[in-house]
């Protein structure tokens, strides 16, 4: 059995019960390592496990899943995945791949940041589609979440924007010398984002977001206990006026609030706001938010 | 501390580690038992947990929230939902109370039907706003979710539909006569769900839904073993016409396939097509994907 398993979100613990026994059965264990990052170290998975992990990078998982796959339809193979194993990123591939070799494959799933971001307390079915946002470039700065979040917004709904990483990234002398040393991991902070954000539409003009009359809602480590998790929330203007240690350890991602928005939902993330009064007042006249 | 927990999707060891652990901790352990089902017995949750648990219906949360959080600020208290906290119903209510008592309050996360909808193969961010369907009777016939998938399907978006189930009915002599006695539980099947579909797209006729041309994905048990577990996609035609015996035991989901469908998707999807003939054709031909 191919048992492809989601992590949760924070550390070795959110593993669901099921998960962990099908990890301690495998014969050999994957961890994927491109589309997300863990928070935790993989040796603490390990020790927590009793088991070594394979890290899986994106060249291996396209080039050489032949050997994820070996031997899977006598005994058990585990691929581990941060969050939900059809999260952003799915791995309908490797599905794909297994069905084809008539390996059986059970998906065990857990949370996610499509899921989890409820805890900012607004209603997941007042989401629209969620978006990405890339590391701008100089030459590159592609702009198309600037259209998915107007037709958000036009609906009243809100956007999940999950922020870029780059995970074994080779600079171009790197790259163009053929030598594989990769670059720290970078991840977009949450200022940083805004700003770009803020750049697209003073390029496009077309209304869709405002510094001071959009609300963001950031949220990082979402899960995690309350030295981790965090979540802050305010105008635009005023999230990328932080410090970016306000904004806790990456991963972050960043809800573009929709004017769909409850009262209870306002006071609920009130308690997270850089300023109470403009978050409330935002709220009421430019959202048209009743509140009490 | 306050703990609500999410229990996943399917039985007792969807659990996290750290969701178990919390259980084990608790003074008291309550059962949210009335957004959604769990698919074990509560007897059975409890011989895993080795704990008594305190079933907690919508009355007991909405009047006796206080009891729920006695002494929450000295002992564990562990509060568990189906699914994730933040799930297709939020717990925002009981989270402001205990905040106003000053009871620390810690949410871990599990997989809802939110994410692990994903397991049909569809991309997740191209999903909009979900919607929910309830039984329609003779005089109330509810239709905003036309208006929603409508919304979602002009941005070539899918539609995550959630369907009405029944728990704690009282019959409206029971009502009237004050006695507190309860019907079976009642689940929407996809075939009424469908049937109610097309019952509003021809009062409406907005040309929203199709029988021969919208495709639809049915869902239950996701996350469950390949006997409990069931995906059934089609032509909303295909789909209601199927027994309902086709698509397992509750619950179910239907996902109304928006026209951004990559040919990958088509291709994962169509092992479990009532028709892959169909379901290539219609993906082909009215949703316009390229397929190889």
Known sequence: ML???????????DITVRGLEAVKSSAR???????SILMVQKERLEAFYGKKLIPADRDM??????EILRNADKEDVAFLVVGDPFGATTHIDIVLRARADKIPVRIIHNASIMNAV????????????????????ETWKPDSFYDRINEN???????LVL?????????EENLARGRKIYEPPRYMSVPQAVSQL???ESLRNEKVLSPSTTLGIALSRVGGDDNSQRIVCGTLEELSQQPTEVFGEPLHSLVIVGNRLHHLEV?????????????????????GCALE
């Open 29 to 35: 264990v994957y961890l994927e390592a491109y589309t």
């Open 198 to 200: 803020l750049e697209i």
């Open 61 to 66: 998982v396209e080039t050489e899943s032949d």
């Open 3 to 13: 048992y492809i398993i989601g992590l949760g979100l924070c550390d070795e613990k």
């Open 118 to 137: 409820g805890a900012c307390g607004l209603q997941l079915y007042n989401f629209g589609q969620s978006v990405s946002l890339v590391f701008f470039t």
């Open 163 to 171: 922020l870029d990483i780059k995970v074994k990234e080779q600079s």
């Open 153 to 159: 917004s036009g609906l009243g709904l809100h956007t």
């Open 267 to 287: 006071n609920f993330a009130q308690e997270y706001a850089v300023n109470k009064e403009t978050w409330r007042q935002v709220a009421s006249k430019a959202y």
